[in-house]
């Protein structure tokens, strides 16, 4: 299984800009990384995906090196809303049915204050 | 386009009764995935359909639970009878099929045990 490692917390304020890191050391060759935003007792909500080099889009960026084996999410100017926990995901490199089963781990904790 | 639907939201029921989950896809996704977050931990993977048939169903707890997917368009997931330890959130997602499209997850099905 392509496992993930992610920071437990981080802390910023409203204005920043924010980058959490994930490593994945042995993702595979067909694994998209994609990174989620979960809020209390919501679903996991999709931010962005990327495969290789960088991704942006109107939320977020996703920096993915050569090697793929981690990635960075940044958020722009982050604000009080943004607080939730961030999940970065990679498939587990099974791809049937052109389904891709997601491991979570313990995702990031975000905290924006003021 | 409406996103991935979950039915009930929120369940409480008394142990050794039964609790049947619904949930319906993102029109067009062959690809649907049940996965659930018991008490304090990570959420986990149960199983994927791909249309009508299970593709896996390596993270099913026991045979207390039972999944299905009739026609290939909505899925219950059916818990009988529940114990206490079934307790947690219950994820449906689905994707389209091929390979790195995104898994979009619903609000989640909220259940307890007592």
């Known amino acids: 299984l392509a496992k993930t490692t992610q920071p437990i917390s981080m802390d910023s304020y409203e204005g920043q800009e924010v980058n959490i890191t994930c490593s994945h050391n042995n993702i595979a060759t067909n694994d998209y990384i994609t990174w989620y935003q979960q809020f209390p007792s919501q679903g996991p909500r999709f931010i962005i995906q990327?495969?290789?080099t960088k991704v942006t889009n109107e939320v977020a960026s996703l920096f993915i090196p050569a090697d793929r084996k981690s990635s960075t999410l940044s958020l722009p100017r982050v604000s009080l809303s943004d607080t939730a926990v961030y999940y970065c995901?990679?498939?587990?490199?099974?791809?049937?049915?052109?389904?891709?089963?997601?491991?979570f781990g313990t995702g990031t904790q975000l905290k924006v204050e003021l | 386009e409406a996103g991935v639907t979950q039915f009930p939201s929120h369940s409480v029921i008394e142990k050794g009764q039964t609790v049947t989950l619904r949930c319906d896809p993102i029109?067009?996704?062959?690809?649907l995935y049940w996965y659930r977050r018991v008490m304090g931990k990570e959420i986990k993977f149960l199983l994927h359909?791909?249309?009508?048939?299970?593709?896996?169903e390596s993270g099913m707890p026991n045979n207390r639970f039972l999944a299905e997917r009739t026609g290939g368009t909505y899925s219950t997931l059916k818990v009988q009878p529940a114990e206490l330890e079934d307790s947690g959130v219950y994820f449906c997602a689905s994707s389209r099929q091929s390979s790195g499209n995104t898994i979009y997850f619903g609000e989640g099905s909220w259940l307890t045990v007592v």
């Open positions: 359909f791909v249309k009508e048939s299970k593709q896996d």
């Open positions: 995901l990679v498939g587990d490199g099974e791809v049937t049915g052109g389904g891709n089963k997601l491991t």
């Open positions: 029109s067009g996704h062959d690809n």
């Open positions: 990327g495969y290789k």
